[in-house]
């Protein structure tokens, strides 16, 4: 069962959140029938909305992580809510590249390093709260410490990881964020920055143990860490054939005529899952009705 762990050390320098994602992530593959590198790239951007999302105190909130890289990939989006469950895409499912000279996933190849990775904070009171930083490399987690350090000004170590398997099933994913609080010392700096590299690759720590607590514990090492709390986490998506009616509404009267006339009736699938919403001729003839007699209604 994939898991979120939130933890603080003694003393209260340190605060982290770590997440172990491996199921929830080969759903999403899948769901998008992706081949390695997008699975790598997908899963990693999963883990890190997890993990920022979960920071979310409103009940209606939402926090999604955009990365456009101008790789191969094109857009990846990842959407949580403030448990910690997400859904997420990405644009070119079917794009792999060869592996890199030490036998790894290409992901910063297939990412880019050419755009800008986003965060938009949804508190469902009006204006979502919108950030943006310049790419760095493309292997994201670099790219996420990047924007805590530039656009909330708050030092974070990170590391995120996906193991794809000789099958191309996802073997382990995951990660953690590691953040300095108000106060803290070079000492603790330094201790952590010892943690992060004594500590090693995260696929290989996940792959070992996939207790997200035992992967604090791990990279924090010098420190005494409380955990705060654990939580299951999942693929989670909120798509419904109300949500899916308001979109085809918005085509107008025009576009749902043409469709109509074209095909005789639609169907929909959901950009982050496996659903499909049928509409029959009879349905988009109902809903185009409706539509010209609300503007009847406006004109009156």
Do not use: H, W
């Not at 409103?58 to 456009?68: F, G, H, M, N, R």
């Not at 207790?211 to 924090?220: F, I, K, N, S, Y």
Request: charged share 25%; glycine share 12%; net charge negative.
């Amino acid at each position: 069962m994939d898991q979120l762990v939130r933890a603080i050390t003694a003393g209260g320098a340190v605060k982290a959140v770590a997440v172990t994602t491996r199921e929830l992530t080969e759903r999403a593959r899948n769901i998008q029938k992706s081949l390695p590198a997008a699975t790598a790239a997908l899963g990693r951007t999963l883990a890190a909305a997890s993990m920022m999302g979960s920071a979310l105190k409103e009940d209606a909130a939402s926090l999604t992580l955009q990365i456009k890289g101008g790789g191969p990939l094109g857009t990846i989006l990842a959407v949580s809510d403030p448990q910690g469950c997400v859904r997420g895409y990405v644009q070119n499912p079917q794009v792999d590249l060869p592996l890199r000279p030490d036998g790894k996933l290409d992901v910063g190849g297939a990412v880019g390093s050419g755009g800008t990775l986003t965060v938009i904070r949804d508190l469902g009171m009006g204006e979502p709260y919108t950030g943006s930083v310049e790419l760095l490399s493309g292997e994201i987690a670099e790219d996420l410490a990047a924007y805590f350090a530039e656009s909330e000004q708050v030092p974070t170590a990170c590391a995120l990881g996906v193991l794809v398997d000789r099958d191309q099933s996802v073997r382990a994913a995951g990660g953690y964020l590691i953040q300095l609080l108000p106060g803290a010392g070079e000492d603790v700096i330094g201790r952590v920055e010892g943690g992060v590299l004594a500590a090693g690759p995260v696929t290989a720590l996940l792959d070992k143990d996939p207790d997200p607590a035992a992967l604090l514990r791990t990279v924090l090492s010098d420190f005494d860490v409380e955990i705060l709390e654990t939580s299951p986490i999942s693929y989670r998506c909120y798509c419904s054939r109300d949500r899916v009616e308001r979109a085809l509404i918005s085509m107008g009267v025009e576009e749902l005529e043409d469709l109509l006339a074209q095909q005789g009736g639609c169907e929909l699938g959901c950009q982050f899952c496996d659903k499909a919403y049928r509409y029959s001729a009879e349905e988009l003839r109902s809903l185009i009705d409706r539509l010209k007699a609300q503007k009847e209604a406006d004109r009156a």
